[in-house]
């Protein structure tokens, strides 16, 4: 499948940290609902043949979004985002961890904080969010999980998503 907008991935090792940038043909309205509204992350927060599936969702300062992305052959690895600041359709702060099912945080795997900035242009909306992680290692680790290759397909499908409302 051929984008028009392409993701931006930098990786710093030396900052510890991931930025990934990407304009959408979209108003900034409807881009904040579908990085803020569990029904819309579900249709493009996994990379496919994956999906995510929400098992709850609280979009508020001192909530979180707790789901699973979900193989095709019901393979479950679990993330959850703490929601830390909000200013809407603006930005979001978050922390994102892996954890189970029941959202105890996995310490074998990295975590992060980060925010997501959200920016009306000529085009529509151009969505910038950093992450960045206490130690290098945990940065690679993020990378060897092939965190660009899936962020990519991510949003890729964010805007085939978006295409559909033309």
Known sequence: METKNKTKVVKDLKEKSILVAREFNAPIENVWRAYTESELLEKWWAPQPWKAVTKSMNFEVG????????????EKHWGRMNYLAIDRHKSFDIEDVFCDEEGIVNLEFPSSTGKSVFTQTNNG??????????????LQM???MGFEQGITACMDQLEVYF???K
């Open 142 to 144: 993020t990378i060897d």
């Open 163 to 165: 295409s559909t409302f």
């Open 63 to 74: 909530g979180f979004w707790l789901y699973a992305m979900v193989s095709p052959e019901n």
């Open 125 to 138: 909306t151009l969505v910038e969010f950093r992450m960045n992680y206490p130690t290098e290692k945990d």
